[in-house]
């Protein structure tokens, strides 16, 4: 299946801390993206990697892409209590749609 | 924040039910999803739309159905709401290239009694 699989599935840390979550697939992608998502509410759209790219970042976010290893990894630097939510990779392969995995759950503790 | 909108927030309905959940976007995109997620779970693409009078049936079979009138709207329909619909459902629209991004709602949290 081309969902990808985050891991691990939660994660605490503590405020100051970084946090890396890991995200395999299993096919070719066009990109990769991550998005955060609160709990009960809609996603936010974090980072989109391309398939031709190794590294982005964004603020505290780095988003590193593994083609061969068909891996990619989030590392938010320097937590905070605001960024406990769930995080999401998506993939987007050859057609329109996005497939995401089932999330890692990011718990900062101040 | 997006500019997506979702209506309503929560419903609580019974079965046998018909209801349609809102959704409209005022970024002007062509392309529209709903995605249903259970508490702690991953999204599952039901429908798509890449634009008025196109929609597509996504990878999780579902009785519901959409309708793509105007852009900017994108509802979506279950003629007979059943227990095993309960869950949150999102809508989401999104960027062209470079962007690519998907930007969600709010989401639907429906419960069915």
């Known amino acids: 299946s081309q969902q990808g699989e985050e891991d691990p599935q939660a994660l605490s840390i503590q405020e100051g801390e970084n946090a890396t979550m890991n995200c395999s697939y299993k096919?070719?992608?066009?990109?990769l993206q991550w998005y955060r998502q609160n709990s009960g509410r809609g996603l936010v759209h974090l980072i989109l990697i391309r398939s031709n790219e190794r590294e982005k970042h964004s603020g505290r976010l780095r988003v590193t892409l593994d083609t061969s290893k068909k891996s990619s990894s989030l590392l938010i630097t320097a937590s905070r209590a605001a960024d406990t939510a769930s995080y999401f990779c998506?993939?987007?392969?050859?057609?329109?749609?996005?497939?995401f995995g089932k999330g890692t759950k990011l718990t900062v503790n101040p | 924040e997006a500019d997506i909108y979702q209506t309503p927030r929560y419903l609580v309905i019974g079965t046998g039910k018909k209801i349609t959940l809102e959704c409209s976007q005022t970024?002007?995109?062509?392309?529209m999803y709903w995605y249903q997620q259970d508490p702690g779970m991953e999204l599952h693409l039901i429908h798509y739309s890449y634009g008025v009078n196109s929609t597509e049936k996504g990878d999780l079979s579902s009785e519901s159905t959409v309708s793509r009138i105007r852009t900017e709207h994108f509802p979506l329909t279950l003629e007979s709401a059943r227990p095993s619909h309960t869950s949150q459902y999102l809508c989401?629209?999104?960027?062209?290239?470079?962007?690519?991004?998907?930007?969600f709602g709010p989401g639907t949290r429906l419960t069915v009694t």
């Open positions: 970024m002007g995109h062509d392309k």
């Open positions: 998506a993939i987007r392969g050859g057609s329109e749609k996005l497939v």
């Open positions: 989401a629209s999104r960027a062209g290239p470079p962007s690519y991004e998907q930007y």
């Open positions: 096919t070719s992608i066009n990109n």
